[in-house]
């Protein structure tokens, strides 16, 4: 792929993607399989984002640029992606009194945090059904016991993320054996 097509696709997502690497997803969800990544190598993406240090715009940009594009590709989504974020910042730090004084800023902003949790949830969804097989009717049991014990896990037993992963993983591992 042209190292052009990944700078233009990850720049629109970093001028578009309000709400920080999660609600990002999305975005990254349908301009990479739009330009060829499959569903599972989607998923191996949000696997390494919980792994690899960074945002995860960044890991997102530099995993789908290299597999769509090599090293050149890996370097131009990723500087794309954080060309936006630069302009912007500059940009409201110097005029943050004058926008926080601003209704209109202000509904604005509460809009897009509420967009960004429901665009977090529709990822995670798709993501849920992709990973267990439901849409095919070939469930992967192991992938919804593992599922069902990190959101246990997390929620009422309310450890660690860090920890749910790592112990999610062991379990997938555990019962992948039999």
Do not use: C
């Amino acid at each position: 792929m042209m190292w052009w097509t990944l700078f233009v696709t990850f720049l629109k997502i970093g001028f578009l993607g309000f709400g920080g690497g999660y609600a990002m997803l999305a975005l990254i969800y349908a301009e990479s399989t739009a330009i060829g990544l499959t569903v599972q190598q989607f998923a191996d993406l949000n696997a390494l984002d919980l792994l690899a240090p960074g945002p995860i715009a960044i890991n997102s940009a530099t995993y789908v640029g290299y597999l769509t594009g090599g090293i050149l590709g890996s370097i131009s989504a990723t500087l794309a992606v954080a060309v936006p974020s630069v302009v912007f910042v500059t940009l409201y730090l110097h005029y943050e009194d004058a926008l926080l004084r601003q209704p209109v800023i202000a509904r604005f902003l509460k809009a897009i945090k509420i967009v960004a949790v429901g665009l977090i949830g529709a990822v995670a969804l798709s993501l849920l059904v992709e990973a267990s097989g439901i849409r095919t009717s070939q469930v992967d049991w192991i992938a919804l016991i593992a599922i069902a014990f990190a959101v246990f896990a997390r929620f009422k037993l309310r450890l660690n993320p860090i920890l749910v992963i790592i112990l999610s993983g062991a379990l997938g591992g555990i019962l992948s054996l039999w």
